[in-house]
């Protein structure tokens, strides 16, 4: 099983590897290029349709690696068990495809957010379809049992969040692919841990590509190229699908359950700093009367390159910080699962909100200090 899941690492990261090079010379013939404004850190015109590349990475090395699996060893799995990862593939499929072409449409021409949400709502309720629904809360805050109404439109809100999370989050180089690269690793981890390997196969056929495509976004200078709506919008649906794949097999709602600890505070660890810094930056923006979606420089990762650090110092960090609060959620996963949550909230609010912002001041008030008196 090992060698399929290899064949479909290599498959992704040779598709990326063939098809990102040719995606920068037709853009920079084209002249498609995310042109430098007052919002923006980068400089120069760059290629923003890097993630066009994400889509026959996953479909090409998943499909064919899947199809080979089939024919050479029959799956050797339980009918069920293949019956529902088949049902779910096919909704999760039309829901990746409608926001692979709202996101493409988006670098290419713009695209109203409202439009853009729309689509998103759809894409969420494929997974609803596909009965990826957060039924339970197993115990945090109290609540073992979520009424179906309620747990439709909470599936809805938590994918269109963390699909906007990840788009969001992507304003230096390396940052979104590299907390993509680390969700999708953990994620796939998890499933091969537990012998479904049909997911981990999901997980890496992505997990490939973003990778050669990181190299490009942060090692690039002549190929150099960004990710585009397209690109992120998938990451985000596809980190969605296994996420709630995770914690609806912890739920007991699958064919086969499994017995994770806190098995939604582990995804939510997973994608804690994207999520985490969506909310954050959202509500600061509600609080200072601004329209919540109004775009600013008030990012993580913005406030790193305010403290002085390179695009690349900034995502180090940054994915050190995702690691550190993976592993410590790992290391805690016993805990009562409000105490564990309330943690992760505290870590938040100290690492990603208030540090850097107190140490932005102390050296904003300095610099004012040593201004000569005129």
Request: aromatic share 14%; with cysteine.
């Given at each position: ?359 932005i001041r102390k050296r904003e008030g300095k610099a004012k200090n ?5």
């Open positions: 099983m090992v060698g399929f899941i290899i064949l479909t690492l290599v498959l992704s990261a040779f598709i990326g590897w063939i098809t990102i090079p040719n995606i920068i010379i037709i853009s920079k013939r084209k002249r498609l290029f995310d042109s430098h404004n007052s919002r923006k850190v980068h400089t120069g015109a760059i290629p923003r349709l890097g993630g066009i590349s994400f889509l026959p990475a996953v479909l090409v090395s998943f499909c064919l690696s899947l199809g080979i699996r089939h024919v050479t060893d029959g799956f050797d799995l339980n009918p069920l068990y293949v019956d529902e990862f088949y049902a779910e593939f096919l909704f999760f499929v039309a829901g990746l495809i409608s926001l692979f072409f709202i996101g493409l449409a988006d670098d290419l021409v713009g695209i109203g957010y409202k439009s853009k949400f729309l689509v998103q709502v759809v894409a969420a309720a494929m997974l609803v379809l596909a009965d990826l629904n957060i039924k339970s809360f197993d115990g945090l805050f109290g609540i073992y049992y979520i009424h179906p109404v309620f747990s439709v439109l909470l599936t809805v809100f938590v994918v269109v969040g963390a699909v906007n999370a990840y788009n969001l989050i992507d304003g230096v180089d390396g940052l979104c692919s590299g907390l993509g690269a680390i969700a999708l690793c953990v994620l796939s981890g998890w499933f091969y841990y537990h012998d479904l390997y049909a997911y981990t196969m999901l997980g890496v056929s992505l997990f490939g590509c973003v990778v050669t495509f990181f190299l490009y976004n942060t090692r690039g200078m002549r190929l150099k190229v960004f990710m585009g709506d397209g690109g992120s919008l998938m990451l985000g649906y596809i980190v969605s699908f296994l996420g709630l794949k995770f914690i609806d097999l912890n739920a007991g709602m699958g064919t086969f359950t499994l017995d994770t600890p806190n098995a939604e505070l582990m995804v939510l660890s997973v994608v804690f700093i994207p999520v985490f810094d969506t909310v954050r930056v959202l509500t600061e923006r509600i609080m200072k009367g601004r329209p919540p979606f109004f775009p600013d420089k008030t990012h993580i990762h913005h406030l790193f390159l305010r403290l002085g650090f390179t695009h690349m110092q900034s995502t180090g960090i940054i994915l050190i910080m995702a690691i550190a609060i993976i592993m410590f959620n790992f290391a805690l996963q016993d805990m009562n699962s409000n105490l564990l949550f309330v943690s992760d909230v505290l870590i938040g609010m100290v690492f990603l909100n208030w540090l850097p912002k107190y140490i040593n201004q000569p008196a005129r």
